[in-house]
């Protein structure tokens, strides 16, 4: 397809794309590295890049000196049920947008464009007073529900993408065999796009469980905590220990790195579909 | 299918109207207004605006108004209107300019990087080769970690003692002295541009790899019997057809780059001594310390500027686009 490259043109090209790989797996080497070493070598010189003993007692550490199972704990019930939610939801208004026409929906779809270009923080104040009249801050449910209004908007247009790959017809020789509306979405279409709404719920986990500012804001108590406002928690104290620093950055990308490398495929193409497009 | 039916049945009568449901069953096809597609529309639609109504722009407005008043969560006494009294003390204090310096350089310096990378790679990429597949997989999973945690990373692998890159610049024998990246203003900017465009790189190669697949191979063909070169078969076929996508690609990167304080805010929390503030970041530690009527302010500075970059950036790739074909 493209013509044929010189010998010296595939070296540069393949020691470009090398170099450039080393440079993105190495940080993630380098902490989980730095995790597994005995809590003391980390301060010793020279640094080793592979080290002479391994243990796991920084990943111990966590769990008995810290709470991290009650952090691990509140991330994984808020991040799975607004996910959850955020993407049931998501999938009315998609739908909707995708198969309809009717005059608000311009409006509606820019409504959602604005959410993700305007910095969110100016609404962090007012959102902490709200939630406090509602007494839902420092709760999981109040956090619960900010997040799943945080996924709506992107979500809604990655799964109107997949909605609108869907042709037509399918749906309408459902309805035809006596379908109604509603059974052929869900009969039909939904089974039909499972890959993208699995991709869907994947995004809005990784976000929620990756959130930062707004469960700082809103949950004050230890045991409310999600991870990155405990792990904010630890850099904000004045020595950081990075033994269990680093343990806990490798418990908190393993388990998105893994459902990314999942759904990586589908992601990319809700990313891109929109913007390839417009 | 019974649940379904009787849905069906339900609805006309639950509106009262039955006239327009009929209506709408004899013409299926035509998307004509009836009360019962308007219902069903809104039905639909409904838990999603709610939500975002009441959790992103109802906060989002009220956050606006509280920028021309007094209000600072340490005395609520007095919240009255204040007029543009924010925004006077946001433009008469040295710091503002500072940090609008800083956000300039955090943004030119991450984007300008990013786009030159992802772009190399993209066009790498284009040919197969084996592991093709896996090898975007792999460049693809700094996506999977938050901002702030790379931040975290970044902030351990340029700890001026223990850090790994002095170890590896001195190794290489670039440097004889460990560098304080993060404790001096100049390196700190460096250091947290550096984590930014490892970040970012894979954002702009996934846009461009996209884009590019979608230029017929008939273009380079033709190309190539004409006789050009690599860098006219880039500069003359490869970059017109996809700047469209290149322009949107920047300018949403722009927007979103400015918008982020993640990486900073885990890898020097503005500092040393305010030196790596952002705007946003600014507007974070401003907000913590209560004073959200300036916060909020500067919050709508943000916006304007935005807005008015966007909209003189949409005019100027507009007008190249026109002035080429």
């Known amino acids: ?278 | 299918m019974t649940r379904s039916t009787s849905e069906r049945v339900e609805r006309p009568s639950r509106l009262g109207s039955a006239p327009p449901a009929n209506m709408a069953d004899t013409r299926p096809r035509k998307p004509a207004f009836t009360t019962r597609r308007g219902l069903g529309i809104a039905a639909f639609m409904a838990p999603a605006v709610l939500f975002v109504v009441v959790f992103i722009y109802y906060p989002m407005i009220s956050g606006s108004q509280m920028a021309f008043r007094n209000w600072n969560l340490t005395d609520l006494t007095d919240t009255s209107w204040v007029g543009f009294k924010n925004f006077q003390a946001m433009f008469a204090d040295p710091v503002f300019y500072t940090v609008l310096g800083h956000t300039a350089v955090w943004v030119a310096g991450s984007i300008v990087p990013q786009f030159v990378i992802g772009f190399a790679i993209a066009l790498w990429l284009r040919r197969h080769f084996r592991f093709r597949g896996l090898y975007q997989a792999l460049i693809f999973f700094p996506w999977a970690i938050s901002g702030f945690l790379i931040g975290i990373l970044f902030r351990w692998m340029f700890n001026s003692e223990f850090g790994v890159i002095n170890d590896l610049l001195s190794k290489a024998g670039l440097i004889d002295q460990p560098i304080p990246w993060l404790a001096d203003p100049k390196t700190a900017m460096i250091a947290i541009t550096v984590a930014n465009v490892w970040y970012g790189v894979t954002f702009f190669t996934i846009m461009i790899l996209a884009a590019l697949q979608s230029i017929p191979d008939e273009l380079y063909e033709a190309a190539s019997l004409d006789g050009a070169g690599k860098a006219r078969t880039l500069f003359q076929i490869t970059v017109p057809s996809i700047r469209a996508t290149l322009s949107l690609t920047v300018l949403l990167r722009v927007i979103w780059i400015f918008n982020f304080p993640d990486i900073i805010f885990g890898m020097t929390g503005g500092g040393p001594s305010n030196e790596t503030h952002i705007v946003t970041t600014w507007m974070i530690s401003i907000t913590q310390q209560g004073d959200y009527g300036k916060a909020s302010a500067t919050g709508l500075i943000v916006v304007t500027m935005l807005l008015v970059f966007s909209v003189f950036y949409l005019m100027a790739t507009r007008e190249k686009k026109g002035a080429k074909s």
């Open chain 1, 1 to 278: 397809m493209i013509n044929k490259e010189s010998i010296a043109g595939r070296i540069v090209r393949i020691a470009f794309l090398a170099m450039w790989l080393v440079i993105t797996v190495f940080p993630l080497y380098w902490i989980t590295i730095t995790s597994l070493k005995i809590p003391g070598a980390i301060f010793k010189f020279p640094i080793a890049y592979w080290p002479d003993e391994f243990s796991l007692q920084n990943y111990a550490g966590l769990f008995s000196k810290a709470q991290f199972g009650v952090y691990l704990g509140n991330s994984l019930i808020v991040a799975t049920v607004a996910g959850t939610v955020a993407t049931a939801i998501s999938i009315l208004s998609a739908y909707v947008l995708a198969r309809f026409e009717f005059r608000s929906k311009t409006a509606l779809l820019m409504a959602a464009l604005v959410t993700q270009m305007i910095p969110s923080f100016i609404a962090l104040g007012p959102l902490y007073m709200m939630m406090t009249q509602l007494g839902l801050v420092d709760n999981r449910f109040g956090l619960i529900l900010v997040y799943i209004a945080v996924c709506i908007p992107f979500c809604t247009v990655m799964l109107r993408g997949f909605f609108e790959n869907v042709p037509d017809a399918l749906e309408e020789a459902a309805m035809v065999d006596g379908c109604s509306r509603f059974g052929a979405l869900f009969r039909v279409l939904l089974p039909v796009m499972r890959p993208g709404i699995v991709a869907a719920f994947i995004f809005n986990f990784v976000n929620c469980w990756n959130e930062l500012f707004l469960s700082v804001t809103l949950m004050n108590s230890d045991t409310n905590k999600t991870i990155p406002t405990a792990l904010n928690g630890f850099i904000s104290s004045f020595n950081i220990d990075w033994g269990s620093m680093s343990a806990a950055a490798v418990l908190t990308i393993v388990p998105t790195m893994a459902l990314f490398a999942f759904a990586s495929r589908y992601i990319v193409q809700g990313l891109t579909s929109g913007a390839v497009k417009g």
